[in-house]
Nanobody
Framework: VQLQASGGGLVQAGGSLRLSCAAS????????WGWFRQAPGKERECVGA????????VYADSVKGRFTISRDNSKNTVYLQMSNLEPEDTALYYC????????????????WGQGTLVTVSS
């Protein structure tokens, strides 16, 4: 499975961005999908995840109410809508696919995209 993340950029605090992750080479609907981020000097963390059916999502407390994950199985694409962005959201954002139904465990993810940079200015 190959993943291509896009949509990152520079945005002012309070602004919005939508990240996309296009998948190829596998059965998209089979996998659960997660979004992760890694800021300079910090460990990679799970922002949120969506089940293979798309019916269930989970989010980190730090982004709950501001970020929304969705998926379009017909387009083999998963999205991360980010609103009310804060400087603390600045990081390299990754999408990843897991064979498990829904998980926030980094170790459970089998395939990773290359990352897209989000920078939030104050």
């Amino acid at each position: 499975v190959q993943l291509q993340a896009s949509g990152g950029g520079l945005v002012q605090a309070g602004g919005s961005l939508r990240l996309s992750c296009a998948a190829s080479g596998g059965t998209f609907s089979f996998y659960a999908w997660g979004w992760f981020r890694q800021a300079p000097g910090k460990e990679r963390e799970c922002v949120g995840a969506i089940s293979n059916s798309g019916s269930t999502t989970v989010y980190a407390d730090s982004v709950k109410g501001r970020f929304t994950i969705s998926r379009d199985n017909s387009k083999n694409t998963v999205y991360l809508q980010m609103s009310n962005l804060e400087p603390e959201d600045t990081a390299l954002y990754y999408c990843a696919a897991s064979r498990r139904s829904l998980t926030i465990s980094i170790a459970a993810y089998n395939y990773w995209g290359q990352g897209t940079l989000v920078t939030v200015s104050s």
